[in-house]
């Protein structure tokens, strides 16, 4: 490992710059997608170059994204390659925020969504970025936060990142050459979000619901019921222990849970924990089985 790479982070959540580094000013009425308002959250995991971060912060200017977090930058923040790269979309630079894990990343959103062009052996929806537009629109019409994830220019988010979506985001290319560049993949999402001029259908509306649980709340949920599979000795064999957390973590996510879903979640597993640490018998005796 480098010495640049062992570079430390800044505070999650923190502006890590200070005067003398993007001075351009953020220009007037930047910030909004084709109805008034905020736009989703990009989210680059450990990129790996200053200047794909800066081109990134461009292509995210361009139609209007303004929200960009950082993920354990490799070369560290903030970075001078990164200004000299977004052509004057330093305010978007300026602004970005920094965290030591994705999840951390993602704990105060409501829907996070994963780009990918390999397949996984996870079991999520898929769409495609004109598809996610339309999901944005209706998500921040409600007030929920939404973010993408875009993994390394080399080798794409790690399982471990993808377990932590709701719903994966693929670009379809040509199978001849599927790959691009992690800036084209940005401004392909950040184009359709810029585009989207129509209503947004009924069957994205939400009503009569409590608030969608946030990422935090759902990875309280997942730590809580690792904690008492683990204390049971669901989670084994060990070596299969990640695996079977991954499962758990996409399931939950699938089932787009409120935060009264999690609150009664786990209300049952603490009610399940106690009397099995009590000793207590079920109340209700089981009835019979056929043929027992």
Known sequence: MSDEEDRPLRAEGANPFGVGIGSRPKPKGVGVGPKEGPGPIVILVTPQMGENIGTTARAMANFGLTELRLVAPRDGWPNERAFSAASGADWILQDAKVYSTTAEAVADLTRVYATTARDRDMVKPVV???????????????????????????????NDDIALAHTILSVPTSPRFWSMNLAQAVLLVAYEWHMLEVEVP????????TEPATQAEVQGLVDHLVTELD???????????????????????????????????????????????????????????AGS
């Open 128 to 158: 495609t970025p004109r598809r996610a537009a339309l999901e944005f629109r209706a998500l921040i019409d409600e007030g929920q936060r939404a973010g993408i994830l875009f993994g390394p220019e080399r080798t794409g988010l790690e």
């Open 202 to 209: 009924e069957k994205f509306l939400r009503i009569g619901q």
């Open 231 to 289: 204390d049971a000795g669901f989670l084994r064999p060990v070596e299969k222990k990640p695996s079977m957390v991954r499962n758990i973590v996409s399931f939950i996510q699938r089932a787009e849970p409120t935060g009264q879903d999690v609150r009664t979640l786990r209300g049952v597993v603490r009610a399940l924990t106690r009397r099995y640490q009590r000793g207590q018998p079920n109340p209700r005796p089981r009835k019979p089985q």
